[in-house]
């Protein structure tokens, strides 16, 4: 099966030119001005961009969480994914504190074998690090294709790590080839916060936010950058939202360290004014939470830096049903939101469109770097010949209205309910196929491949 792209203005993380792209079976083959092949299928580009496959490197699909499990599974969440622009996600195996690595994977294999609409990779969270979860590291990088570690600097008594096992787990993935992620919050002065919340009899969802105020977030990136400068492990900040972390990877840039950041699409258009109102603040239950204006514009600054490498989504959705579960206790408010669908266009709408971002960070944030930094690179992450024909074409000046009612999530509400976007993806290939035309979904659960990615080092 062939496919010729034509006329589209193709745009990667350093480029911006227009011309034809020929793909052959699953990847790039040719691209050009004016390309004389044959192709079983012409697609017309004129007046679209044509981008590379979005990959959000942070998803949480049917995980076992706070007493619940998200909503969206392998084969609702990628497609979901795919109809949002989004090609490839990297999904987090959780270990069980007290068993191995190879049992959660397995657990977690049996949960997107067959299931995946769209491409999906693995990063490994180590919940207790010891003698024989060392021993599994090498297997997971060099055998199994899983190159990055998952940490917890919170959530106390269910996936947190203490310093001892952080500084043991960087050593060993370090030596092997990896890379460590890290949800960098103090776990400790949270849960000390939330008691005392919770004995003043304050329990509405307000107090999550006030529970995790910007310092436990710059505290503990911190510590995590000081730790992996230590061992020399290449690092990873998921979810960073706010001036005083960012400022932490600020200041390890003076000795010469680059501590990689993401942060999520709602923590750049989002702010905490939102957990003002009763019980419907729920909808942006997250850890860490929504902060406050200058933070977003320090995020947005940090993208044009270069300080903030990726944007993912977190998402890790839970219906207004699982989110009632908290409407006593802010604390039993299954933590996450819904975003793998809207990132991209998102993202395009309040940065590009709104002259925050240029197109080719657009590229870089949304695709590019996240494919660089967990070893995808080139094969996902970008248009070049021999890559993944992972593609997207988008209508730059379609506008569209976000709503619960239309988007292919499996949650009844919406984070960004009614807001009006101007920029629609249109058509969406996955290694060569095209998988989204015309908002209908071309695929069957299966197509979706696991991707497993080389080692890293820590550079981009
Ligand atoms: O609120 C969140 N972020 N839920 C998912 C788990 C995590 O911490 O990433
Ligand atoms: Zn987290
Ligand atoms: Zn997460």
Redesign the pocket.
């Given at each position: 099966m062939s496919v010729l792209i034509k006329n589209g203005r193709i745009i990667t993380a350093t480029d911006d030119y227009v011309a034809d792209i020929f793909i052959e079976g699953e990847t790039i083959s040719a691209i050009g001005r004016n390309l004389n092949v044959q192709a079983d299928e012409v697609i017309d580009a004129s007046g679209k961009l044509v981008m590379p496959g979005g990959i959000d490197p942070?998803v949480?699909l049917d995980?076992p969480?706070m007493g619940t499990y998200?909503s969206d599974n392998y084969e609702t969440g990628t497609r979901a994914a795919l109809f949002g622009g989004t090609t490839t996600v990297i999904d987090?195996i959780l270990q069980t504190q007290g068993k191995s690595l190879q049992s959660a994977l397995q657990e977690w294999k049996g949960r997107s074998d067959n299931n995946a609409v769209g491409d999906y990779s693995f990063h490994m969270a180590v919940t207790d690090f010891n003698e024989e979860t060392k021993k599994e590291i090498r297997h997971f990088i060099e055998v199994e294709g899983i190159t990055s570690f998952k940490t917890?600097m919170?959530?106390k008594g269910a996936l947190m790590i203490d310093d001892r096992q952080m500084v043991g787990l960087m050593q060993e993935v370090k030596k092997h080839g990896g890379l460590i992620n890290v949800?960098a919050t103090n776990g400790d002065m949270i849960d000390f916060l939330i008691a005392k919340h919770k004995s003043e009899g304050k329990t509405a969802p307000l107090y999550h936010y006030l529970s995790q105020p910007e310092v436990t977030e710059a505290e503990a990136s911190s510590r995590f950058a000081d730790m992996a400068d230590y061992t020399g492990c290449p690092g990873y900040i998921?979810?960073l939202t706010c001036e005083g972390a960012l400022n932490a990877v600020r200041f390890a840039t003076r000795r010469n360290q680059h501590v990689f950041v993401e942060t999520c699409i709602q923590y750049l258009v989002l702010d905490a004014s939102l957990y003002e109102q009763n019980f419907e603040g729920a909808k942006w239950?997250?850890?860490?939470p929504l902060r406050e204006k200058k933070d977003q514009e320090t995020l947005w600054a940090g993208l044009n830096q270069g300080l903030v490498n990726v944007v993912a989504t977190?998402h890790?959705p839970f219906m207004w049903e699982q989110k009632l579960m908290g409407k006593d206790d802010f604390s039993k408010i299954?933590?996450?939101?819904p975003a793998i669908e809207n990132r991209m266009e998102l993202l395009f709408s309040e940065g590009v469109n709104k002259g925050k971002i240029t197109l080719n960070k657009y590229v870089e944030v949304a695709s590019t770097n996240a494919a660089k930094i967990f070893g995808m690179f080139p094969k996902k992450g970008t248009i070049a010949i021999g890559s993944d024909a992972d593609i997207i074409l988008m209508n730059p000046n379609e506008k569209h209205t976000v709503s619960a009612k239309t988007h292919h999530m499996n949650v009844d509400y919406s984070g960004y309910e009614g807001w009006e976007l101007t920029g629609k993806v249109k058509t969406v290939l996955l290694r060569g196929k095209v998988v989204i035309d015309n908002n209908e979904c071309k695929v069957q659960k299966g197509y979706g491949q696991f991707v497993k990615r080389n080692k890293v080092d820590g550079k981009i």
């Open positions: 942070h949480h995980m969480f998200s987090f917890f919170a959530y949800h998921v979810h239950v997250m850890s860490p977190d890790c299954p933590n996450g939101h």
